[in-house]
């Protein structure tokens, strides 16, 4: 496990450094609508975080799609939206519980944004290596499609199967 996280930051340190930027975002506005929701406006520490999560998943998604993976133009619904709403989804699911859970235990206030955020770090690390393969996938094919546009107009022929080119 520690091998595949080491290569992974090795070969993709860009985006698991944009990713994390985002994160941290992500995590000051949901928190802060949290806090909002919970503390101030008195809802209970589950509905504050559905509130939190749904509206501060929205930059999220489209933070993670144009400066993380550098994703443009059309959105693809099945690599791109269905993925990250549906992990964001078992995310806000996870938190709810440990936020709702927290404010029956302890009451409203900071116990209830911490239990959200150990929440959401449970699937935090899952939803990287998930988004960073459905985008780069996404972004090959895109690429992949252009290529072999380009080589019909030009009528380059492809590398031959036993080449892997560099």
Known sequence: ??????????????????YIAVSVINTVNHQ???????SIWDWTGGWANVFAA??????????????????????????????????AFVGMGVSTLFAELADRVVGAGIAVN????????????AKFFILDRLFLNDELRVGAEQLAQDRA???AE???PGRTGS
Request: no cysteine.
């Open 1 to 18: 496990m520690v091998n595949r996280l080491s290569n992974t930051w090795n070969g993709r340190s860009k985006v698991a450094t944009r």
């Open 32 to 38: 802060g609508l949290l806090y909002l929701a919970n």
């Open 54 to 87: 749904g509206l501060a998943a929205i930059p999220a998604y489209l933070l993670s799609r144009a400066w993380v993976w550098e994703v443009s133009g059309k959105h693809n619904w099945r690599t791109e939206v269905l993925p990250f709403w549906t992990i």
């Open 114 to 125: 911490l239990a959200s955020l150990f929440g959401y770090f449970l699937v935090w690390v």
């Open 153 to 155: 107009e030009t009528g």
């Open 158 to 160: 492809p590398p031959s």
